[in-house]
């Protein structure tokens, strides 16, 4: 595995970056979608259809302001733990 989550940041409402979410979630990674910025959004809403797209259909955990890089963090800790436990050598 090459990452342990995703965090689409835009996404047009067919583009290679909602593919690339499927893709995560058939593989167990998380996936974290970030709100837009709603001047963002108002100035350019089809770069943000498709993370409107992952949202409506509850696809992932929004991540909606600074406060949830500690739910982000708290989240992916165990999986590096785990990752980091497999990665050493046996030893006996």
Same mark, same amino acid.
């Not at 996404?11 to 979410?21: D, E, F, Q």
């Not at 990674?29 to 001047?39: G, Q, T």
């Not at 406060?67 to 989240?75: H, I, P, Q």
């Given at each position: 595995a ?5 965090i /689409? $940041?835009q996404?047009?409402?067919?583009? +290679? ?5 499927k893709s995560a979630?058939?593989q +167990? !990674? %998380?996936?974290?979608? /970030?709100? /837009? $910025?709603?001047?963002d959004?108002?100035?350019y809403?089809d !770069?943000?259809?498709g993370? !409107?797209?992952l949202?409506k259909?509850g696809? +992932?955990?929004l ?8 739910? %982000?963090?708290?989240? &992916? $800790? /165990?999986?590096v !733990?785990k990752?980091?436990?497999?990665a050493l050598? &046996?030893v006996?």
């Open positions: 090459l990452s342990l989550a995703m /689409p $940041v996404s047009g409402a067919k583009s +290679g970056t909602l593919y690339a979410c979630i058939e +167990g !990674r %998380l996936l974290f979608i /970030p709100l /837009p $910025v709603p001047l959004e108002n100035c809403p !770069r943000y259809a993370i !409107r797209k949202e259909q696809k +992932g955990i991540f909606t302001g600074k406060e949830d890089y500690t739910m %982000l963090l708290d989240a &992916l $800790v /165990p999986s !733990r990752e980091q436990q497999e050598p &046996l006996g």
